[in-house]
């Protein structure tokens, strides 16, 4: 076994360490985030720490680094409290990461990639077109992550729209067929498969 030390850590050039500690924890998942600002301007952004945080309500969170720089997605959801989670499917993903690139506020990443809005009635801020599970959120709160300045947003499930063939009789979704990412690393992309399924777990 290799061993990388904490110090050692510290000591590394930025992008063999960026490269590293993203890829260690390991796979995470690949959402596109879209907003829309107060004046119309679409935004959509890859975004890997989407994370479940419960359903009774409903709630999701990602985290959202240092707003010591503009950060689009962050100023839409606090103007219009409203931002949809999008799976990124393999055929998207060329498009998708693409949107990590730093465009500048009157700039929509829908207009520099393949990537389409798709609105639907009543809420404002755009899903992605052939997303094959997009979800409605509204934004609920915010918690400033003091060690590195980060912002853990959270967000309330309003809406979910999923393609019918990938709803198993149970309701659980079946990512494999929705062709669902995810990401290793910063820039890498794989396609998992289910492996087995178990019921709830009991003490024996």
């Known amino acids: ?32 985030i879209g907003s829309i600002s107060a004046d119309g301007v679409t935004n959509v952004a890859v975004f890997s ?83 094959k599970i997009q979800i409605g959120c509204k934004y609920i709160n915010e918690y400033k992550i003091e060690e590195n300045g980060c912002l853990f947003i959270i967000g309330s499930i309003q809406h979910i729209y999923f393609s019918p063939e990938i709803r198993l009789e149970d309701g659980f979704l079946a990512l494999d067929k929705a062709d669902t990412v995810t990401v290793n690393g910063l820039d890498g992309y794989s396609l998992p498969r289910l492996i087995d399924r178990f019921e709830y777990a009991r003490p024996k």
């Open 1 to 32: 076994m290799i061993h990388i030390d904490h110090q050692e850590i510290l000591n590394m050039e930025k992008i063999p360490r960026l490269n590293l500690i993203n890829s260690c924890t390991g796979y995470k998942s690949a959402n596109l």
């Open 49 to 131: 720490s989407v994370t479940h945080l419960g359903s009774n309500p409903p709630l999701l969170g990602f985290v959202l680094r240092p707003t010591t720089v503009p950060r689009n997605t962050f100023k839409n959801l606090k103007e219009t409290g409203e931002f949809t989670v999008n799976h990124i499917h393999a055929g998207m993903i060329a498009d998708a990461h693409h949107t990590s690139a730093k465009y500048p506020g009157m700039v929509s990443e829908f207009d520099k990639t393949n990537l389409e809005p798709l609105f639907r009635e009543g809420f404002a801020a755009p899903y992605v077109e052939g997303a």
